[in-house]
């Protein structure tokens, strides 16, 4: 059964950095993918980065160029770096694993296990 552990959640000022960990016993499966979601209250949970067993990325338009997706195969773990944080980023930060397709995605049904989430928050 996949685990997955988030930490490095807080509580930040506008325009500070936050870095995400995930810990799981996903990465020794041959074609995994791994996703960062977030969901605010009253909102959908969306998808924020994923990345793929290649170590290919993709990023929802609104975090590119602030968040960077990575992954420490040797320590299991999954990262995102978030930079020049906005109120907009407050919420609960979920990491995910995928398994069988080629490609990751953000789409939150291609995605087989979660975490229980790392709570950020963003002051103005």
């Known amino acids: 059964q996949v685990q997955l552990v988030e930490s490095g959640g807080g509580s930040v000022q506008a325009g500070g950095s936050l870095r995400l960990s995930c810990a799981g016993s996903t990465l020794t499966y041959s074609r995994y993918y791994m996703g960062w979601f977030r969901q605010a209250p009253g909102n959908e949970r969306e998808g924020v980065a994923c990345i793929d067993s290649s170590g290919r990325t993709l990023y929802v338009d609104s975090v590119k160029g602030r968040f960077t997706i990575s992954q420490d195969n040797a320590k299991n773990t999954l990262y995102l770096q978030m930079n020049n944080l906005k109120p907009e980023d407050t919420a609960m930060y979920y990491c995910?694993?995928?398994?069988?397709?080629?490609?990751?995605?953000?789409?939150?049904?291609?995605?087989?296990?979660w975490g229980q989430g790392t709570q950020v928050t963003v002051s103005s």
């Open positions: 995910a694993a995928g398994f069988g397709l080629k490609y990751c995605t953000t789409a939150r049904r291609t995605y087989n296990a």
